[in-house]
C-alpha cells in the first residue's frame, strides 16, 4: 500500500526515509511554482519532460472534426524512482519495475537515484536496463545524489526552499550520500602522539562520540605549535571495539574490511594495542607542508575541518604544496 508524502515521516528504513526527504523537496517546488519542478526534471532527465508538468491552457485547437474554443491540457507522464544509498542496484528489481510502466499512457520514466561514490553513474552498468527500457518504450536515468541536489539549486527560489534545499543537503552530508567528503581536510591536535603518527602513518583516538566522533574526509592534518607540519591520505577509519570484534566507521580506498582491520590491528601493535574501544585512522601518502593558525592562541577543540574544493586537490603531495605558506585564515 503506498503512502503519501509527509514531512513527519515514520520510516524505520534509512532508504525510505532518503526517498521521502528527496520526493518532499519535489512537492514543496511543486507546490510552490510547478516551473520550478519541470526545470529540475528536465535538467535530471532530459528535455523528453520539458514542459511536461503543469496544465496548458490554449484556444482555437483544431481537431479532427471540431475547433473548440478553448481547451485546458495536462500530458500525461510517470516517473518511476528506485532509490539505494550505495550503488548497489537489483537489475532484476529494475527490470520488474519496467513491466507495468510498458502499459502506461504517457511519458514513462525509471530514475535510479543513488551514491555513486567512486565516480558518476557509469553507463555501461546500466547498458541491459537502458537497452530493456527502450524496448518497452520507457526513459531510463541513472541519478546521483550529488547530481539531485545540483538540479535543485535553481537560481530564483525563495527563501523557504533555499532553505529546505539546505537542509536537505545537510542531511545527505551526514548520511555520507554526497561526495564532498573528497574536498575535507580533517585537521587533528597531533602534539602528543606526533613522532607515532609520522612513522607508523596512523592515528588512534577512543572510539566514542563528541570530540573523538569524525566527519569522513579524504586528507588527514597533522597539527601542533599553531601550524599543519603534515597533510595525507586517510585509507580508511576502523574501530576495533575489542580483540575480536570490529566496525569500519568509513573508508575511501577500495579494500576489503577485513584487510583493512589487519592493518589497523598490525600498525597499532607498533604503538599501543592494550586499550580498546580504539578508533584508528589508517593514513597514507604522508608529505610536509606549513599550514599556520595565524590568529591568536592554539585550536579550540581536537580537531578542525577545512573545505579544499576551492583549490582542486590532485593528491596529497599536491595539497601539501598548495598549503605551504598559507594560513587557516587566507587558504
Known amino acids: 500500500m503506498s503512502k503519501n508524502i509527509r514531512l513527519f515521516s515514520n520510516y524505520v528504513q534509512r532508504e525510505n526515509q532518503t526517498t521521502n526527504y528527496c520526493l518532499l523537496i519535489l512537492k514543496l517546488l511543486y507546490e510552490e511554482n510547478p516551473k520550478f519542478l519541470s526545470e529540475v526534471l528536465s535538467t535530471l532527465l532530459g528535455e523528453r519532460l520539458s514542459g511536461a508538468v503543469g496544465v496548458k491552457f490554449s484556444q482555437q485547437n483544431r481537431g479532427k472534426k471540431s475547433v473548440p474554443d478553448g481547451k485546458i491540457s495536462q500530458e500525461a507522464f510517470s ?16 527490470s520488474r519495475h519496467l513491466e507495468p510502466m510498458k502499459e502506461e499512457a504517457g511519458i514513462q520514466v525509471l530514475m535510479a537515484l543513488g551514491n555513486f561514490e567512486w565516480e558518476e553513474p557509469n553507463p555501461e552498468a546500466f547498458q541491459d536496463i537502458d537497452r530493456l527500457a527502450e524496448e518497452m518504450g520507457v526513459a531510463f536515468a541513472a541519478v546521483s545524489f550529488e547530481q539531485f541536489l545540483q538540479a535543485l539549486k535553481l537560481s530564483y527560489l525563495p527563501k523557504n526552499l533555499v532553505d529546505a534545499i ?51 574526509s579524504l586528507y588527514f592534518g597533522m597539527y601542533r605549535n599553531k601550524r599543519v607540519e603534515q597533510v595525507g591520505k586517510i585509507e580508511a577509519v576502523v574501530d576495533l571495539e575489542s580483540e575480536e570484534t570490529f566496525s569500519i566507521k568509513w573508508k575511501n580506498i577500495e579494500k576489503s574490511d577485513l584487510e583493512l ?10 604503538i599501543d594495542d592494550s586499550w580498546y574501544p580504539a578508533r584508528v585512522f589508517i593514513l597514507a601518502d604522508l608529505h610536509s607542508t606549513d599550514f599556520v593558525k595565524a590568529s591568536p592562541g592554539g585550536m579550540q577543540s581536537s580537531k578542525q575541518y577545512f573545505d579544499i574544493s576551492q583549490l582542486n586537490i590532485m593528491n596529497a603531495e599536491d595539497l601539501a604544496r598548495k598549503l605551504t605558506g598559507k594560513s587557516w585564515e587566507n587558504y
Open 166 to 216: 539546505a537542509d536537505l543537503e545537510e542531511y545527505m552530508n551526514e548520511e555520507n550520500l554526497l561526495p564532498s567528503w573528497k574536498y575535507h581536510l580533517d585537521v587533528v591536535n597531533c602534539r602528543v602522539s606526533f613522532d607515532d603518527v609520522l612513522q607508523h602513518q596512523i592515528y588512534v583516538c577512543p572510539a566514542t562520540d563528541g570530540s573523538y566522533n569524525h566527519r569522513r
Open 79 to 94: 516517473i518511476v524512482i528506485e532509490t539505494k544509498r550505495d550503488n548497489r542496484f537489483n537489475l532484476e528489481q529494475l
Open 261 to 270: 582491520v589487519e592493518m589497523a590491528r598490525s600498525r597499532r601493535s607498533q
